[in-house]
Nanobody
Framework: QVQLGESGGGSVQAGGALRLSCSAS????????MGWFRQAPGKEREGVAA???????IYADSVKGRFTIAKDNAKNSLYLHMNSLKPEDTAMYYC??????????????????????????WGNGTLVTISP
């Protein structure tokens, strides 16, 4: 049974940094497409960043240059390093996984808009709040 668990969320001021972590179990982690998604109040869930089995990454334009996705296959862990945080980054952040690699081959814009449809497994989320 695939299980994902996020941690690392919190409240920081604009300009600050956070590192989100996602621990995974129940599957061959290294072969999956892994991603971070977020959902702000009143908005749809959107893709933030993804990383494929070969290490190829995708980023939403809104986070490029500020966020970095990384994974540690030995620890079955996924990370999202977030720097220069802005109030508009406030959201619930979710870790997700897909056994198929299709989502990790999307264009940046398609990943943001519809990537979440292709992910099979989800964590419960961790809340990130950025104050002005």
């Amino acid at each position: 049974q695939v299980q994902l668990g996020e941690s690392g969320g919190g409240s920081v001021q604009a300009g600050g940094a956070l590192r989100l972590s996602c621990s995974a179990s129940g599957y061959t982690y290294s072969t999956y497409c892994m991603g971070w998604f977020r959902q702000a109040p009143g908005k749809e869930r959107e893709g933030v960043a993804a990383i494929g089995s070969d290490g190829t990454t995708i980023y939403a334009d809104s986070v490029k240059g500020r966020f970095t996705i990384a994974k540690d296959n030995a620890k079955n862990s996924l990370y999202l390093h977030m720097n220069s945080l802005k109030p508009e980054d406030t959201a619930m952040y979710y870790c997700a996984a897909s056994s198929g690699l299709r989502v990790c081959g999307y264009s940046d814009s398609d990943f943001v808009r519809v990537g979440y449809y292709g992910m099979e497994y989800w964590g419960n989320g961790t809340l990130v709040t950025i104050s002005p």
